[in-house]
């Protein structure tokens, strides 16, 4: 195909760590486009992009434009990706994939329809190079069989009730927000490293903060720096904690914590699986180690060190030992990924970045959590 060159929707928190990470794997980012004309203008300056387009129209019009990167909040995905599909755009779409599991089957119907494009969901969690390593020492049988995993992922931006954000209502950005918005990561990072299926969950949620005050007219961005305007009273209906019970099929078990009101975690990933040979443990403050946990002989710690690791993992990683890879590095490398395949114009059959298969399982996954947190008991995920 021709070259790609991409554009970008959604000017806050997440839409210029797009734009960085497309540039720094050598794509060409032509423009960006926000709430309003004024928006995407003031963006495409402050990212010397060449485009600040008016409208998503016009950014489908540039047939210039052959990759749309979706960095908008959730309510907008399903529309925008039926457009960027329609329009003959590959999509690499922010996740979770969709406000709720119908919107999300329509979307993977979609995607079926239109085998040519890729189509992407921005799980980068997948991306740090001991995420690829651990997978590879479950996938070479070296941990054994997997008895039980424990994981969190934890931050602090919505401890106070004066925080706010879009993603507190659900109209907005889904039924379940810690669970949608974080836990859905931690899941997808599960599954991907340890090749485990849910088959039912017990979920116990909370909404530590039943009413946050809305700051008055004007953006709220994700991490952004705390409004100084009134505001007013606003009733929440998402949860800012969650914790799950997990049964996999096979018969492991797991459990799974989120917060996003846990005071000093700023976003911290954790998990320990644990297997019949030894354990194996992580935490993304300090992505560059993996610990491996032996009953009959030293415990070691893995480093992230291109020589050592599995190929696997050793092909998604540009910096010696040392020199720690990070957040942003984990999107660079995704779309070292999913460009292969838009350079290719074609779909690999088992991709490692996440597909609109997977975004779908998500939401799935939200569903049987929701129903398990409403009925107090467990719930089937469904097939
Ligand atoms: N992968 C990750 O690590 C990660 C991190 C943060 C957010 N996200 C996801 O990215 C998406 C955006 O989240 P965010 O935190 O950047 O939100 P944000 O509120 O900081 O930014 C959203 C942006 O979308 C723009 N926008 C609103 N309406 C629009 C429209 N009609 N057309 C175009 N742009 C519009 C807004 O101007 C705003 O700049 C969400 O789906 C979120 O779940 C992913």
Redesign the pocket.
Known sequence: MAKPIAAV???????P?HVEALRRVGVQVKGI????PA??RQ?ASQLDLDVGYP??EALLADSEVNVVH?????R??KE?VLACLKAGKHVV????LAMDTAEARELLAASRRHPKLVCAV????RFYPISLEARSLVRSGEVGEIYHLHASYTQDWLLYPTDF???VLAAE?GALRAV??IGT?LLDLLGFVCGVEVEAVMADLRTVHPVRIRPGAG??????RKAKRAGVPVNIDTEDYGSILLRFKGGAKGVVTVSQVCAGRK?CIRYEVAGSKCALAWNSESPDELWIGRRGASNALRLRDPSQLDPSAAAFTSFPAGHVEG?PD??KQLYRAVYQDISASRRSARPLYATFEDGYRELVLCDAIAESHRTGSWAKVSN
């Open positions: 929707v959604g000017t806050g928190f997440i839409g760590v486009v926000g709430s309003s928006r995407s963006a409208s998503i979706l960095a908008s909040p959730n907008l995905h925008q779409c922010e996740k979770p921005n799980y980068n969690v954000n879009w993603r950005g949608g918005d990561h953006p709220s961005d994700t991490f952004g976003n957040y984990t999107f």
